[in-house]
């Protein structure tokens, strides 16, 4: 099995001054201090602290060429997209004007995620297990429902994270399995200390 490392383990406390010139000293500084306080910053004489507390449990990337997933739909049509994509995974792809680009996006996001998984699309795990939906910024974000919500819960994953790049060729994603819940909007412990 894979060693599992808790971040604020690893990870030391970075405090980043102010600069009485411009504002924001934007060179890190590392110190000695508590790992939930990780990242600290002054913004309008306000200090804001970005609170970070899970594991990474499973990492999984993926690359395919888009012209791959484009042959794909030119030559199985609706019985493609309906087998690997949701509806709701459709509509979004369906409203871009190259939609196989975003189809693309989504099943390298897919086999990121089971790689994560460390099952590929075996033991109970479908297409449709693994959904990937954009946050109202356009951030992608992943659903589990089923066969992968059992597995990555049994393997105490919390949430998955995921980036998905594309370019002229090839679409590409990473996925990281964490432990817990990230906040990053946790303003709780955000007086000065």
């Known amino acids: 099995m894979a060693r599992l490392f808790r971040v604020s383990e690893r990870l030391d406390y970075v405090k980043i001054a102010n600069r009485k010139s411009s504002g924001i000293d934007r060179s890190p500084q590392v110190l000695q201090g508590s790992p939930r306080r990780l990242v600290a910053h002054r913004r309008a004489g306000r200090r804001e602290r970005l609170k970070v ?102 393997m105490s994953i919390g949430s998955v994270l995921i980036t998905i790049s594309h370019a002229k060729l090839y679409a590409t994603a990473t996925a990281v399995g964490v432990g817990r819940e990230i906040n990053f909007g946790d303003n709780s412990a955000a007086a000065d200390g």
């Open 53 to 154: 507390d899970f594991m990474i449990i499973g990492l999984g990337t993926d690359i395919v060429e888009i012209d791959r997933i484009r042959d794909m739909i030119d030559r199985h049509g609706d019985n493609f997209l309906q087998r690997c994509f949701t509806t709701p995974e459709i509509a979004y792809a369906d409203k871009h004007r190259d939609a196989a680009v975003r189809f693309a996006g989504r099943w390298a996001a897919k086999e990121a995620v089971v790689k994560v998984l460390g099952t590929g699309f075996v033991k109970g795990i479908t297409f449709h297990d693994i959904q990937v939906l954009p946050l109202d910024s356009g951030q992608p974000r992943i659903e589990l429902s089923g066969g992968a919500a059992q597995i990555a819960a049994s």
